[in-house]
């Protein structure tokens, strides 16, 4: 007990003597509650040093404690420096321990010497070999260090982008920049580009091709307007695109249509060929871009107002628009899975007619995606509604189930058989060949409300008219079967758009053989 009385008493005054001993020194970096004092074992220091940007000297006061002290008695860092002219090491330090404090009296000063070449005064004060050991190793190391931090950051880099696309994105505004294939040579067109960077996903290009693209097209001409914006023709070396730009209002259109056509496995045929998504923005105003595949034929509304077709084209078109609606409609199970999706705007004007007559759905800014996980359908928050003239009868008088994904897909089909309709009428069978006309534009007006439409399709039951004709011709006919398959008021009873698939496909179509 006394024994631990005794060596209580001894820590407590060696504390106190070690207290005592502590040299209090004046430290510039220190706050104003420790009275801008600092307490050390070892030396108070005082250095002046050089602002190589700005000239400026700069003065500090600071301790060194006795363990960054070597010697301990005579530091090497607080000795008086050489004069050498190869010691240029532009800071002098002069150190003190004789009394509390006592650094504050001394205001170190910078030698100086006239360049022999240039006659500038120069500020340098030289010191020993050991001082530039204690400044340059410590810089060194952390040099070291720096270097070794970016070169693992450079290596991930590159693991997880593609060479290639670094290289686009950092000439982005470069027209002459090559895209390089596997093979070291430019690539030859966007399908090419398409097919190296999206590694069979299908969930198109990475953002950063898709910058660099749409940042190098050049504007041709208008070919479309409608209510999200205007239509161009651009072209990318050389290749045609086509642009659609989005008003700032549509931002949500936009952000959709972008979002749908990078689903991943959605790129098919009978798809639009999405290429890039950008918003440009001046300071003034913003633009939104969707680039895509550009066909010259145009829309399908287009091409049927000044092209008849054969019966052979007819079924052509038919199955390549009820095969992209099908794909749409499909879900495909697995990693690298897609989920269905439904357009919700399906008609004439958002199809597209490629240059071997078949056809590519288009305008997916409306869509919406179940997610099979949770059972939800993903409806995006949009001021748009789909075309009114093409609304199915569940659709115009709001008794469609939305929390049920299958109801979308109804009536997805109720605006196929709408489209096919336009395109029977323009078959050319036996040289009788109708006007082009929308779908019911016999009793309603160019642009007809909701009440209009479903007074029509809802109340009086009416669907577009089929000439009797068509019953003398088998593909016609057929056709003409089809249609009514799609247009039941009771949205259970319609076909799938993959029975109307293989319907088509198994459609023989002679060309004017009447029956």
Known sequence: MVGGRIY???VVALSCWEMALALKCHCD??????NYTCETDGFCFTSTSLNRKTGALIHAYRCLPQWQSFPPENPILCQPSGSGPSDRFQMVVQCCRHRDLCNVEYVPTLASRSD??????IWFVSGTWETALIIGIPLAVGIVLVMILLSVRHQKRRRMINRRVVDMEHNMDSADM???GHNGVGAACLRDIIEMTTSGSGSGLPLLVQRSIARQIQLMDIIGKGRFGEVWRGRWRGEN?????????????WFREAEIYQTVMLRHDNILGFIAADNKDNGTWTQLWLVTDYHENGSLFDFLNRTTVDSTTMVRMALSIATGLSHLHMEILGTQGKPAIAHRDLKSKNVLVKANRTCAIGDLGLAVRYDA?????????????????????????ETINTSHFD??????????????????RRCNMGGIIDEYQLPFYDVVPSDPSIEEMRKVVCVDRQRPSIPNRWQSYETLRAMSQLMKECWYANAAARLTALRIKKTLANLDAPEDVKI
């Open 8 to 10: 209580f008493a001894l």
């Open 178 to 180: 090559p895209i390089l």
């Open 241 to 253: 695109v086509a642009v659609k730009i989005f008003s700032s209002r549509e931002e949500r259109s």
């Open 373 to 397: 996980t949770v059972d939800t359908v993903d409806i995006a928050l949009n001021h748009r509604v789909g075309t009114k003239r093409y609304m199915a009868p569940e659709v115009l008088d």
């Open 29 to 34: 970096i220190c706050t104003v509650e420790t």
């Open 116 to 121: 022999p070449e240039s006659g500038d005064s």
């Open 407 to 424: 109801s979308f897909k109804r009536a997805d089909v109720y605006a196929l058989g709408l489209v096919y309709w336009e395109i029977a």
